[in-house]
């Protein structure tokens, strides 16, 4: 069974608005939308979706956190959950504007390694995937220690988090582009070459509209069609659900690398992870294009 573990869940707060967004301007919301959110979850919804068995864990605090249990069970989702006693679960606006998200992304609350440690200890002996930013004040070496430990399948996160990770030696992580950027100085190939010579992780590097690339022991390009996009938050979680459950049904890694793009690309057209159907990931699957990279 995959656990995707959201190291800091929220509920996402989805608000279309009746004009694109301007700094000063009144806005009237024409649709709100809430759901447990996180990457986590994103990629739990996807691997469900899939077919796969899948327990999405976190910690979660206070009536938020009562709220996110309750809209994760509404979905039919199962969740392994470890419950602080003090804080709240955070809140993430995420404004949609003609398919253009803006997020406004809250920290997140505090807790220390014991709350983890049980919710670990329930999980044990299941594939653990890593996902989304760290709570605040989690050391970054008790992230690295986790990775190490564990040995997730795949860690999920940006910044610093996303530098220990690949020096903790996490199998694989998937940054987009914007944080290949952050932690390799620049978005191109030869840069997450670079970081899988130097730390050894296969990279999954999520590019939009690009497709994506794989950098391993090989290096896999994969281009898919454009696809209307009507709403891109998630995608990338799409396709490390995409890219893991194919895996992990034992096709090699070009092909697992093709499937990851369809899901992504599905997710964003059809409106995000809790929209994403089979059917559409499987077509778009016949459209991608898979090369070896040069
Ligand atoms: O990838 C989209 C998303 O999963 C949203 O659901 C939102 O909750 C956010 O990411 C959380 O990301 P963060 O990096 O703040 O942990």
Redesign the pocket.
């Known amino acids: 069974m995959f656990v995707p573990l959201?190291?800091?869940p929220?509920i996402?707060r989805i608000l279309r608005l009746d004009q694109p967004l301007q700094p000063g301007e009144l806005h009237r919301v024409t649709e709100r939308r809430e759901q447990a959110?996180?990457?986590g979850?994103?990629v739990a919804r996807a691997l469900r979706t899939l077919g796969a068995e899948v327990t999405a864990a976190g910690v979660l605090a206070g009536f938020n956190g009562q709220k996110f249990a309750a809209l994760l069970a509404a979905e039919g989702l199962a969740g392994q959950h470890v419950f602080l006693d003090r804080g709240e679960t955070r809140e993430?606006q995420?404004v949609l504007r003609e398919g253009h998200p803006t997020?406004i992304?809250e920290a997140?609350v505090p807790h220390d390694a014991s709350a983890l440690e049980r919710l670990l200890t329930a999980c044990a002996g299941h594939t653990l995937v890593l996902?989304?930013?760290l709570p605040p004040g989690m050391p970054l070496e008790a992230f690295g220690a986790l990775i190490h430990q564990q040995a997730p399948a795949a860690a999920d996160?940006?910044g610093p988090a996303l530098r220990t990770a690949l020096e903790a030696g996490a199998a694989l992580v998937k940054p987009n582009e914007a944080e290949l950027r952050q932690i390799a100085g620049s978005a191109e190939l030869e840069a997450a070459r670079r970081l899988r010579e130097r730390f050894g992780s296969r990279l999954l590097v999520t590019r939009g509209a690009q497709g994506a690339w794989l950098v391993g022991q090989e290096t896999w390009e994969a281009r898919v069609p454009r696809v209307d996009v009507a709403n891109p938050?998630?995608a990338?979680?799409c396709t490390l659900a995409g890219f893991l459950w194919a895996e992990a049904q034992g096709l090699p890694e070009q092909e697992a690398l093709a499937w990851a793009v369809a899901c992504g690309s599905a997710s964003a057209l059809q409106g995000g992870p809790t929209a994403l159907t089979r059917q559409a990931a499987e077509e778009l699957r016949q459209a991608v294009e898979v090369s070896r990279a040069r």
């Open positions: 959201t190291l800091n929220a996402d959110g996180g990457k979850v994103n993430c995420i997020e992304n997140g996902c989304g930013s996160t940006s938050v998630g990338g979680d």
